[in-house]
């Protein structure tokens, strides 16, 4: 009982959190975006594409992370960003 009323406390101040550093937008697509009826990993995927905090080369390379080329790994025709590899590469 005692362990449910601190992870009650917790997730209270995980929203309040959230919802103070979230502008009114992000925070009307985060609770929007929660609320859809599919796989959570799903949900995760969706939201780092959403943010476009995935792992893609700009993104890494961003990071500081070196690497050889920035290009598509799927097709090698563009830069490898979130747009290109979800919704515009041909082959991925
Ligand atoms: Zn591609």
């Known amino acids: 009982m005692k362990e449910d009323a601190s992870m009650v406390f917790m997730l209270i101040s995980a929203y309040k959190s959230l919802r103070n550093v979230m ?16 796989l959570s990993s799903t949900q995760v ?24 080329s920035n290009r598509c790994v799927m097709c090698g025709g563009e ?12 082959i991925a």
Do not use: I
Not at 56 to 66: A, E
Not at 79 to 90: G, I, L, P, Q, R
């Open 23 to 38: 502008s009114r937008e992000t925070w009307r697509r985060f609770g929007m975006f929660w609320s859809f009826k599919v």
């Open 45 to 68: 995927v969706a939201w780092w594409v959403l943010l476009n905090k995935m792992a893609t080369r700009d993104n890494l390379g961003r990071r500081g992370v070196v690497l050889e």
């Open 79 to 90: 830069e490898e960003t979130v747009n290109h590899a979800f919704f515009s590469c041909k």
